[in-house]
C-alpha cells in the first residue's frame, strides 16, 4: 500500500507539471505518456474509430484502441488527466451531464445476443468475466464501479437515457448499456453507446508536446517538471514520429510536406517538383521562423561550437536522416539585438536545437520561444 501511495504521489507531481504543457494544445488534446484525453465529444464507436487512427509511432503496425485503466494506478491517472482538462466545478452539475465523464475502452463483449436479452427483461446479473478491455484483461481483479453498477439498465426505441436536454436518443428497438465511462473521481459506470462524452486513448508515443511558447531552457525546465525530459531523436522513425507528434498535438500549418524547399538557391529551386514548388508560392506572406512551424527539442552545442549534444550527452548525428534546413547549422551568432523592440540577446549565438513540422532541424537563439517536445523514458 505504501509503495502505491509514493507511485501515486508521484503522479500527482507529474500530472502538475503536465498541467503547464497541455493547456494550450490545438484539438482539444491532453497527452499523457500513457493516455491521450480528447475534450470533443464523441459516441462510443466514434470515438473507439478515432482512437484506432491514433498510431503516431512510425515503426508501430499497431491500432490504437479506447483507454485501459485495469489498475488502481491507471484509474487514477485517467482520472486526474480528466479534472485537468474540464475541471469538475466548471462543467454543468447534473450528474451525468456530458463532460463530467470520458469513455474508456472496458465494454461487455459476452451475453449481448439478443437471444441472451430477451430472457432477462430488467436488470441483467453483473459478471465481471462478461467485460473485456482490448488486451483481453477482465475486470475481474480491479473495477471501481459505482456503487449498485453496472445496472444494465435497458432503454426501449425513441427513449432518452436521462432528463438532461442533451442527452441521446436509442434508435434499436431496445438498448443496454453495454460501455463504461468514468467520472472526475475515477469511478465507473455503464452507458448506452450512443451517449456523447469526451474519451481517452492508450499512447504508445514517445512524444508529449506543448504549445506553451517557451525559451529554450524554458522548455527544458517545463519537460523535467512533468518528469521528462526535452526530445531527442535517434533514427529517421524518431524524426518522423516527432514530426506526426507535432502535426497531431499543435495543429498543421501547411507547410507539413515541404522539406528540402526553404533556403536552397535559384539554380536548385530549378530542379525541384511542382508539388514542391507549390511550397514556394505559398510561402509568400509566410514567416518561415514563426512559432506555428518549429519546436524545441533537446540538442544543444553550448559547451563546443557546431558539436550538438543531446542533454544525455550523447552526440546528435547529421545526415540524410536528421537534415537541416538549408543554411542551418550556422550558428548567426555576433549580431547583437535586430531592432529596439527584440529581447532575444543574439551575441552568444544559435546553440539551441529545434525542429520544424517538416522535419528539418535549424539552430536557433535560445531565448526564442516556441512550442517544444519532451520525451517519454526509453525503455
Not at 175 to 183: G, K
Not at 251 to 259: I, K, L, M, Q, T
Request: net charge neutral; charged share 30%.
Amino acid at each position: 500500500k505504501q509503495w502505491y501511495q509514493r507511485r501515486v504521489r508521484a503522479l500527482k507531481g507529474r500530472v502538475n507539471g503536465l498541467k503547464n504543457l497541455v493547456k494550450s494544445l490545438a484539438n482539444h488534446t491532453f497527452p499523457t505518456c500513457d493516455l491521450v484525453l480528447f475534450t470533443e465529444v464523441a459516441d462510443f464507436k466514434t470515438a473507439e474509430q478515432r482512437c484506432s487512427n491514433l498510431n503516431l509511432a512510425a515503426s508501430s503496425r499497431v491500432k490504437g484502441n479506447l483507454a485501459t485503466v485495469n489498475t488502481e494506478f491507471r484509474n487514477a491517472e485517467l482520472s486526474m488527466l480528466l479534472n485537468i482538462a474540464l475541471p469538475k466545478s466548471k462543467q454543468h452539475s447534473f450528474k451525468y451531464a456530458g463532460n463530467r465523464w470520458v469513455w474508456t475502452g472496458l465494454r461487455k463483449t459476452k451475453n449481448v445476443s439478443k437471444k441472451h436479452i430477451r430472457k432477462i427483461k430488467n436488470r441483467i446479473p453483473y459478471n465481471a468475466l462478461d467485460w473485456e478491455w482490448y488486451d483481453g484483461s477482465q475486470p475481474d481483479v480491479y473495477s471501481n464501479w459505482h456503487r449498485g453498477q453496472p445496472d444494465q439498465r435497458p432503454l426501449k426505441e425513441g427513449k432518452k437515457s436521462n432528463e438532461f436536454e442533451n442527452s441521446g436518443v436509442c434508435e434499436e428497438k431496445r438498448c443496454r448499456q453495454n460501455q463504461m465511462r468514468l467520472d472526475h473521481d475515477g469511478k465507473w459506470d455503464d452507458a448506452f453507446a450512443f451517449e456523447k462524452h469526451p474519451y481517452a486513448c492508450d499512447y504508445a508515443g514517445r512524444y508529449v508536446v506543448s504549445g506553451e511558447l517557451k525559451s529554450w531552457d524554458d522548455a527544458k525546465e517545463a519537460c523535467e517538471a512533468a518528469g521528462l525530459t526535452l526530445a531527442s531523436v535517434r533514427s529517421h522513425e524518431e524524426v518522423e514520429e516527432l514530426r506526426q507528434a507535432l502535426l497531431s498535438f499543435l495543429g498543421e500549418s501547411g507547410f507539413e510536406n515541404c522539406a528540402g524547399v526553404f533556403g536552397i538557391g535559384k539554380d536548385e529551386i530549378k530542379h525541384l517538383s511542382e508539388d514542391k514548388k507549390d511550397c514556394l508560392k505559398k510561402k509568400e506572406g509566410l514567416r518561415i521562423w514563426d512559432p506555428d512551424h518549429w519546436a524545441w527539442i533537446g540538442g544543444n552545442d553550448k559547451e563546443d561550437e557546431g558539436n550538438f549534444k543531446w542533454l544525455d550527452g550523447s552526440e546528435a548525428i547529421f545526415s540524410e536522416d536528421f537534415p537541416w534546413i538549408a543554411g542551418g547549422g550556422n550558428n548567426n551568432g555576433g549580431k547583437g539585438k535586430f531592432n529596439k523592440d527584440d529581447d532575444i540577446d543574439r551575441s552568444k549565438g544559435q546553440d539551441s536545437l529545434t525542429i520544424s513540422k517538416w522535419g528539418e532541424f535549424d539552430d536557433e537563439y535560445g531565448d526564442t520561444v516556441r512550442p517544444f517536445a519532451c520525451e517519454c523514458p526509453r525503455g
